[in-house]
């Protein structure tokens, strides 16, 4: 396993919900998902003035980091090279070499692109397929449940919290602490803000603290001053009280939505898979459980091949064909939840002009 990253991952997505995919794969380790999640009992609507609107809606919920170590420490013997930037790759009849950044290479009989949006492997597969960007981004923080307002933390705790308006729209709920920690008072609180911004903005807000240019992602600690102050003056003008306080505790880092529609998922020996392969929005809450989906589907394919042996063509060509048949329909169905609160639509109130 080759990763990008140089060194420890940290949470890309912060909160997750938690999907059948995501449980399946953790049953086959021998882990429940309440074992890695918090668990809701209630959802709530806030208003700008008066009370919330209450329902019950129980639910899992977790966090990319407490789901990366559950996955990654079940491959402790295997070899799992960081600061791995792929460069080339290259298929000589049933050989695959792959040629990282480094100058470091190694050879195998297959290659699973698990990229991500950026996707290097994908790149090198078909050039053709890039990311386009949605019309909205989306503010995210992840804090400790132990340094909000005991009001604030009351009102959130146990609670799918939710506001809607025009070109808007934020929710928050609990996940565990950041070493898997479930114990009341050593969780955090997870919440994402998605704001319509046009394309022409986005480099401001991107331009980070330290000088590092990103284009997918600005990670926390990186936000410029000036961005963090509109951030809070935007909230406290737009948000419910409530969502405006948090967003002034939080340490805010900010993702741009990007779209990536799936349409193909198999090369000459080599596969993409998850945001690799395409992108669903985040609405959708299928994020982490599509490439879960893809990657158990994979493994089912490639049951019982081994190095020498044809590829195992027609079950791959197979599970192509039904996951792109789901993919492309979490994409749209993403695509009209995103639009019910006029975020990427031409009409959509806009946010974060430059002046």
Known sequence: MYERSAGRMQARGAGIVMQPEVEALLAGLGMSAESV??????????????????????????????????????LAGVCYRLDSALRRVQVEGSDVTAEFADGYTAQGNFLVGADGIGSATRR??????????????????????SALPGGLLDLLAGRFTFFGADGLQMLCYLVPGPGGELAVGSRRVNWV?????????IPRLLASRSGRRFTTFLPPGEMRPDVVAEVIATAEASLPPPFAEL?????????PVFDLRPFRMVADHAALIGDAAGTVRPHTASGTSKAFGDAAGLAAAM?????????????????????????????????????????????????????
């Open 37 to 74: 999640s918090v668990e809701l009992r209630e959802r709530q609507q806030l208003h700008i003035h008066g009370s919330p609107d209450r329902y019950e809606a129980p639910q899992l919920m977790t966090a990319w980091d407490t789901l990366y170590r559950a996955l990654r420490e079940p």
């Open 124 to 145: 090198l597969l078909d050039p053709a397929a890039r990311p386009a960007y949605a019309g909205y981004v989306a503010w995210r923080g992840l804090e400790p449940e």
């Open 247 to 255: 967003v002034r505790h939080g340490e805010v880092f900010m993702q």
């Open 303 to 355: 049951h019982g091949w081994t190095p020498g042996q044809d590829l195992p063509a027609r079950r791959l060509a197979d599970w192509e064909e039904q996951r792109l048949i789901h993919l492309v329909r979490l994409s749209e169905m993403g695509i009209n939840l995103a639009e019910r609160s006029a975020l990427g639509t031409a009409t959509g109130r806009q946010f974060f002009a430059s002046a």
């Open 193 to 201: 803000w998605y704001t319509n911004v046009l394309e022409r903005d």
